[in-house]
């Protein structure tokens, strides 16, 4: 039996973890005017970001449909797959889980399932992993599904970001909340866990970092720690040796600088943090029994 993963270009997986475990990645789209551009394949980050602050028209996003899933099912089948396992980004975020629905109900060669993450960025990134590690170890669809619903429930992003121009332009902000917002720096903390988004209103950039640091250590114990940033390695460098102590030992860390899906609507600048909570000691043991 060989169970194939399939996700999206939100996920900000490294290559070289996609090629490994044989990931599938559907690109969405990124829109700048006319143009159209398939994330991660004709539109680099460099160029968004570099670009994005001058752009004519303000970026927006889309999703492919359910008959770009049904080419890359049809492929997998060529490859001997015999299940499909479709994780993807958060179904509050985005329609990309629903255009796989509609493309596995529509498609009969093969069982296809699909996993909404609950989350983005490396959110969803670490439980494509997690899946196709479990995947090739030999798991069933049924208790992939259950790992990764464990998961992501214990899957949190918090992030800081630098202005709330961007939300503006992508019309998450009306122009008066704009205006109040930025006579008095507000900076916005992203918060996201288990398909449940909220904002957090912070005064200045210092007091947006120490409040992302606060957030993570109040989660306890931690499984995983990734840092996500977008356009801004450096700040990111130095936001993650202050959380230095909080990094699991013997984890091999992702860091990943964020898809232009997502960077549109939130901007450049914004740095943060994936982490996984660790499973209290009582959770443990009660799923061994």
Known sequence: MSIRIVTDSNCDL??????????????MYVN???ESYLDG??????????????????????????????EAFDALVSEGASEILCIHMARSLSAMANSAQLAAEQWDKLPVTVFDSGNLT??????????????????????????????????????????VEFLRRSGR?????????SVLQIKPLLKMNDGEFDMERVRTRKAALARVLELLEGLGPLENLALVHTHAPEEAEALGRRASHLFPEGVSSLSAEVTPVIG??????????????????????????
């Open 14 to 27: 490294p290559a070289q973890i996609i090629q490994k475990y044989g990931i599938v990645v559907i690109p």
């Open 32 to 34: 700048i005017g006319t």
């Open 41 to 70: 394949v004709e539109l680099s980050r460099e160029d968004f970001y570099e670009g994005l602050p001058d752009f004519d028209s303000h970026p927006m996003t889309s999703v492919p449909g359910p008959g770009v899933f049904i």
């Open 122 to 163: 490396l959110g969803t990134g670490l439980q494509v992993v997690a899946a196709a590690k479990a995947a090739a170890e030999g798991g069933s669809v049924a208790e992939i599904m259950a790992l990764l619903e464990d998961q992501a429930s214990r899957t949190y992003c918090f992030a800081a970001l630098d202005t």
């Open 173 to 181: 902000l009306t122009r008066f909340q704009w205006g109040l917002a």
């Open 264 to 289: 549109a609507h939130i901007g450049p600048g914004v740095v943060g943090f994936i982490a996984i909570q660790a499973r209290s000691p009582a959770d443990s043991s009660g799923s061994g029994e």
